[in-house]
């Protein structure tokens, strides 16, 4: 039962990494007009629409995190916006169907804008910065369409190693 626990979360310390990497390093280089997608977002909404509220509050708190200590002015602002990400899409555990990839495509979608909305509101409205309408149309909108367009690519990914770390777990470990 350790062993199980250990290796779901030495997965999941895994492919938080290789998001935070991908999201900083190589999608930064094929950003358009300085946009690029949110890769932590994916993985935020994917763990928490696959696993529950819990398990997508905390991969957002970690993916939060991570924003803070390199990126962030604040410690905690990103950990608790992903966290709260995370929790919500988590209340959608319960109508996960793993071969529809429409409603996760949906919640990204709304999760992303959710995420740029609040970084909006905290972070330029506060200081008297108060062109939302040019916002939305540089940051908001091309950032959601391009991490919904990465989403197409990633969330596959995800489900086929969630799939295969269950049926791991249940015995089921032929190779295909």
Known sequence: ????????NIILFFVILCGFVLQTTLFQTL?????????LIIITVSYGFMHGKKYGMVVGFICGMLMDIFYGSVLG????????????NGVF???????????????ILTSDFAYSFTCYVLLYLLR?????V?????????EIVYTIFVTVFIYPCILFLNRT?????????KVV
């Open 1 to 8: 039962r350790i062993k199980r626990f250990m290796k779901r």
């Open 31 to 39: 950003s358009f007009g300085g946009i690029s997608p949110n890769i």
């Open 77 to 88: 602002f990103y950990a608790l916006v992903y966290l709260y990400i995370g929790a919500a």
């Open 93 to 107: 555990h319960s109508i996960f169907y793993q071969d529809d990839i429409k409603l996760p495509l949906v919640l």
């Open 128 to 132: 008297r910065r108060f062109d939302f």
């Open 134 to 142: 040019f916002y939305l149309k540089s940051i908001i909108i091309p």
């Open 165 to 173: 770390k269950d049926d791991f777990e249940r015995g089921d470990n």
